[in-house]
Antibody, heavy 123, light 109 residues
Framework: QVQLQQWGAGLLKPSETLSLTCAVS????????WSWIRQPPGKGLEWIGE???????NYNPSLKSRVTISVDTSKDQFSLKLRSVTAADTGVYYC?????????????????WGQGTLVTVSS | SYVLTQPPSVAVAPGQTARIACGGN??????VHWYQQKPGQAPVLVVY???DRPSGIPERFSGSKSGNTATLTISRVEAGDEADYYC????????????FGGGTKLTVL
């Protein structure tokens, strides 16, 4: 059974850098794309970005200037950094594995999710 | 960018059938996926590729599509089905590729 275990700082001040890591166990790390998704309090889901085992990344255009996603294949982990956070970045952050139906010639849904990390940005 | 529209809420009595709609332009050309999210928990995939169920998801959960609307149907609703439900597609025609609907709160009366 694939498991995604995530961790990172939960309380930040404005202008600081959010840093989260997600460790994958129980399945192959290579050959998949891995995503970060967030959810503001009481609101819906927003995709942040993705990375594969080779380090190829794609980001949400609205966050691209502040986001870096990296991978450590020796540990089957991937990480998120979001710079210059504000209160609008407060929410629960999830890591997730991508899988494909074959329609889009690339992964197009999420089959496993991490447990979520609540990040609060407050002065 | 592509938009998926869901009703904010749906209410149904136990044992009845709940139908949650997800509207989007030309949604018939895209794979539609559904997630269930209970309070304080991560989303769980309940239907993928319009109508397929992951292992472990009860047969009471089913998906369909017609015209510009995809529908998640939950038969014989139970109290434990009360949750937020999100539809999702991958849209290759815009920069915002991963698109989620706004979510529907299912209330079991």
């Amino acid at each position: 059974q694939v498991q995604l275990q995530q961790w990172g700082a939960g309380l930040l001040k404005p202008s600081e850098t959010l840093s989260l890591t997600c460790a994958v166990s129980g399945g192959s790390f290579n050959g998949y794309y891995w995503s970060w998704i967030r959810q503001p309090p009481g609101k819906g889901l927003e995709w942040i970005g993705e990375i594969n085992h080779s380090g190829s990344t794609n980001y949400n255009p609205s966050l691209k200037s502040r986001v870096t996603i990296s991978v450590d294949t020796s540990k089957d982990q991937f990480s998120l950094k979001l710079r210059s956070v504000t209160a609008a970045d407060t929410g629960v952050y999830y890591c997730a594995r991508e899988l494909g139906t074959g329609r889009a010639a690339r992964p197009d849904y999420f089959d496993y999710w991490g447990q979520g990390t609540l990040v609060t940005v407050s002065s | 960018s592509y938009v998926l529209t869901q009703p904010p809420s749906v209410a149904v009595a136990p044992g009845q059938t709940a139908r949650i709609a997800c509207g989007g332009n030309n949604i018939g050309t895209k794979g539609v996926h559904w997630y269930q999210q209970k309070p304080g928990q991560a989303p769980v995939l309940v239907v993928y590729d319009d109508s397929d169920r992951p292992s472990g998801i009860p047969e009471r959960f089913s998906g369909s599509k017609s015209g510009n609307t995809a529908t998640l149907t939950i038969s014989r609703v139970e109290a434990g089905d009360e949750a937020d439900y999100y539809c999702q597609v991958w849209d290759g025609s815009s920069d915002h590729n991963w698109v989620f609907g706004g979510g529907t709160k299912l209330t079991v009366l």
